[in-house]
């Protein structure tokens, strides 16, 4: 499948080098703005999945460092309220 996040992650920037449009029968690239060569259907969908990747792998890493930083404050002796007073809402 034809993404936008796929095609950024080859390096493109959406609405410059290039537009989607999605018809009711799947995206597809409506407009290709740059003189690079149009990258496959399989390049983006993979250049998409090493996104995904990389995105949760990040979101894991996040999570652990909130709860690290939650426990680090926990040792210190503040409570609950404090913590999320101090974070906003962790």
Not at 58 to 65: L, P, T
Not at 66 to 73: I, R
């Amino acid at each position: 499948m034809i993404t936008s996040d796929g095609l950024e992650k080859l390096g493109f920037t959406p609405n410059v080098d290039f537009v989607l449009q999605d018809d009711g029968e799947g995206v597809y690239i409506k407009e290709w703005n740059i003189a690079s060569p149009q990258p496959t259907e399989a390049e983006i969908e993979t250049a998409e999945a090493e996104w995904k990747s990389e995105n949760e792998a990040e979101q894991i890493q996040a999570e652990a460092d909130k709860a690290s930083a939650v426990s680090k404050l926990e040792a210190l002796g503040l409570t609950d309220a404090e913590i999320k007073a101090l974070s906003g809402g962790l």
